[in-house]
């Protein structure tokens, strides 16, 4: 069955940075767009950024833009959330989630547990 | 980047009762629209795609509806279970954007 487990949150002072990573299972990684969403406690949900199956194409939330880096290994079924000058904003549970289709979006078909993340001196 | 608005925010129902919940884009989305259920704790599971597919497993008391700027997801015989926060998301365009949810509580 298909499974995406997160992993790397935790407690990081603003202005430092921190990797997610998404270990995915029970499907062929590289056929799928990923995508990163999170939510900030008590609230809605946000969505972070999307990587092409191959990694050809990524694109990204403006509040994330330039600090945040969305990259892929497919060879070891994992997806990466690069986040740097992290700010107290950015304290959130970040999830994993799959893409229907390998390229252009068709939907969020399954998620992954989530990492909590938090910004604080 | 496209605005998705949700109505209401919340709402209180009674077991067996029928809800609708209304998502409105701020520009035309086709039907590039889904539906997620979320419990408190809980990642987020996939009810809709395409506004009116369901995802595979899910029962087909959910229903969705709608193109262009108007959606509404159904849930007929309310059961303990969905009691949930319920949210759209629009896939039409980047960056995705979500509506602010819908807070499902009991009568």
């Known amino acids: 069955q298909v499974q995406l487990v997160e992993s790397g949150g935790g407690v990081v002072q603003p202005g430092r940075s921190l990797r997610l990573s998404c270990a995915a299972s029970?499907?062929?990684?590289?056929?799928?767009?990923m995508h990163w969403v999170r939510q900030a406690p008590g609230k809605g949900l946000g969505w972070v950024a999307v990587?092409?199956?191959?990694?050809?194409?990524?694109y990204y939330a403006d509040s994330v833009k330039g600090r945040f880096t969305i990259s892929r290994d497919n060879s070891k079924n994992t997806l990466y959330l690069q986040m740097n000058s992290l700010r107290a904003e950015d304290t959130a549970v970040y999830y994993c989630?799959?893409?229907?289709?390998?390229?252009?979006?068709?939907?969020?078909?399954?998620w992954g547990l989530g990492a909590l993340v938090t910004v604080s001196s | 980047d496209i605005q998705m608005t949700q109505s209401p925010s919340s709402l209180s129902a009674s077991i067996g009762d029928r809800v609708t919940i209304t998502c409105r884009a701020s520009?035309?989305?086709?039907?590039?629209l889904a539906w997620f259920q979320q419990k408190p704790g809980k990642a987020p599971k996939s009810l809709i795609y395409?506004?009116?597919s369901l995802q595979s497993g899910v029962p087909s008391k959910f229903s969705g509806s709608g193109s262009g700027t108007d959606f509404t997801l159904t849930i007929t015989s309310l059961q303990p279970e969905d009691f949930a926060t319920y949210y759209c998301?629009?896939?039409?365009?980047?960056?995705?954007?979500f509506g602010g949810g819908t807070k499902v509580e009991i009568k």
């Open positions: 989630a799959r893409d229907r289709s390998g390229s252009s979006s068709r939907s969020l078909d399954y």
């Open positions: 029970g499907f062929n990684l590289s056929s799928y767009g």
């Open positions: 990587i092409w199956y191959d990694g050809s194409n990524k």
């Open positions: 520009q035309g989305i086709n039907n590039f």
């Open positions: 395409a506004a009116s």
């Open positions: 998301q629009q896939y039409y365009t980047y960056p995705q954007t």
